[in-house]
């Protein structure tokens, strides 16, 4: 005990002898950082939110060598591959599982691919965006690892100390890891800059290398089946990464005045988003839900037609630049976090601003 509180007289008194042990500390934990990126990729490309891992992994440290896991099959996971290997100068190695079963990607098989990677590359930190991607393999693959893995990372204060939101984010709170090796992690995507400047990386790509996959045990693997994907095509830009948001509530009260949105999201460039209420009765796809069981956006622009702004509501979008409100009760609580509040009725504001707001070039 004695002992103890001596320490951290010490510490308090910031000792000249507790500081450099602390530095020399640090630094020798951040010598032998090296990070599993677990990636994501569509079209032949990484996708933003994996580029927001790679951002991620970067912040734990800059000495630190990446690797990024990609699985898939045929062409376009050969191309995601060669935009991995230029798209940050940090990446080291680019690890490519190639299979016609890993076409659709599936917790299962992705699991047993990052434990075996993991057996071999002994990295000291393995991380993913929190997307329903990273969601649905990160904890596997940490069960499968028996470590604790640490969700919605939203800043890295150090190599092994994190802030995550809880309370459906109306408080942070601050994680230390202690367990061993792998410190896994999901990242929200949009607390860390993903676009960085690929010059760097493309003057010196990484190495790619396809890893031998015939060790999956198909009794595992085999236990769940791909059947199909459904999903809406749109030409709008994708929810969890626009630049302006426009999202409807129940207040919308019907799919076809939901089209009203989406008429102003065309004009504007925007991506379209709704509450759960409006998600529940049927007026859009659950895939447009913003909040805390829904996407988590953080857009230069949020404007939220006839949305009350319910605590789960605000965990999805409360980091929005800028927040404008358009709701025809003063005392919406919607109206707690907007920058720019107008009181008042959505049927009105929408089709002015239909009028008024030209159209996209
Ligand atoms: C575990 C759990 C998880 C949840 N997760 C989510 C989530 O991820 N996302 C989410 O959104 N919700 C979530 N919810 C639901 C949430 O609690 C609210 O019920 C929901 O967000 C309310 O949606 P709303 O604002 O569209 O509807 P309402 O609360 O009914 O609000 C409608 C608003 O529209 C305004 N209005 C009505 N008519 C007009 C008009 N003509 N013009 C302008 N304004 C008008 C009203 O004044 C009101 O403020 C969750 C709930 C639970 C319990």
């Given at each position: 005990?004695?002992?103890?509180?001596?320490?951290?007289?010490?510490?308090?008194?910031?000792?000249?002898?507790?500081?450099?042990f602390r530095t020399t500390f640090s630094q020798s934990i951040r010598r032998f950082i090296s990070t599993l990126i677990v990636a994501e990729h569509d079209g032949g490309f990484v996708k933003p939110s994996t580029l927001s891992a790679i951002a991620a992994a970067e912040v734990v440290s800059k000495e630190n060598s990446i690797s990024v896991l990609l699985a898939g099959s045929g062409p376009s996971v050969e191309k995601a591959a060669q935009h991995a290997a230029t798209c940050h100068p940090l990446v080291s190695e680019v690890?490519?599982?190639?299979?016609?079963?890993?076409?659709?990607?599936?917790a299962e098989s992705w699991a047993e691919i990052?434990?075996?990677?993991?057996?071999?590359?002994?990295?000291?930190?393995?991380?993913?965006?929190?997307?329903?991607?990273?969601?649905?393999?990160?904890?596997?693959?940490?069960?499968v690892l028996d470590v604790s893995p640490i969700t919605d990372v939203v800043q890295?204060?150090?190599?092994?100390?994190?802030?995550?939101?809880?309370?459906?984010?109306?408080a942070l709170c601050t994680v230390q890891y202690t367990g061993l090796d792998p410190c896994m992690m999901t990242i929200r995507s949009t607390s860390f800059q993903?676009?960085?400047?690929?010059?760097a990386a493309k003057a010196n790509p990484a190495t790619i290398t396809q890893i031998d996959i015939s060790f999956l045990n198909q009794e595992i693997v085999g236990k769940s089946k791909w059947l199909?994907?459904?999903?809406?095509?749109?030409?709008?830009?994708?929810?969890?990464?626009?630049?302006?948001?426009?999202?409807?509530?129940?207040?919308?009260?019907?799919?076809?005045?939901?089209?009203?949105?989406?008429k102003l999201a065309e004009k504007l460039g925007a991506a379209v988003?709704?509450?759960?209420?409006?998600?529940?009765?049927?007026?859009?796809?659950?895939?447009?839900?913003v909040g805390q069981t829904g996407k988590i956006v953080a857009p230069e622009l949020y404007i939220a037609f006839g949305v009350s702004g319910a605590i789960q509501h605000l965990a999805g979008m409360r980091d929005s630049k800028v927040i404008v409100a358009v709701n025809k009760d003063a005392d919406a609580p919607i109206f707690q976090v907007a920058d720019y509040g107008l009181v008042a009725?959505?049927?009105?504001?929408?089709?002015?601003?239909?009028e008024k707001v030209p159209e996209k070039k």
């Open positions: 005990m004695a002992a103890i509180a001596a320490l951290k007289a010490l510490r308090k008194s910031s000792s000249p002898c507790f500081a450099p690890l490519v599982a190639k299979a016609e079963e890993l076409e659709h990607p599936m990052v434990k075996m990677v993991q057996q071999k590359g002994s990295y000291s930190h393995i991380m993913a965006a929190s997307t329903s991607f990273g969601k649905n393999i990160l904890p596997r693959a940490a069960a890295i204060s150090e190599p092994r100390l994190f802030v995550r939101p809880i309370y459906a984010g109306n993903g676009e960085v400047n690929p010059d199909s994907l459904s999903s809406q095509e749109s030409e709008r830009p994708d929810l969890g990464n626009a630049r302006v948001v426009i999202t409807g509530g129940r207040a919308l009260k019907s799919a076809e005045n939901f089209k009203l949105l989406e988003g709704a509450t759960r209420a409006a998600v529940d009765a049927g007026y859009v796809p659950n895939d447009l839900q009725d959505l049927f009105e504001v929408i089709p002015e601003l239909l």
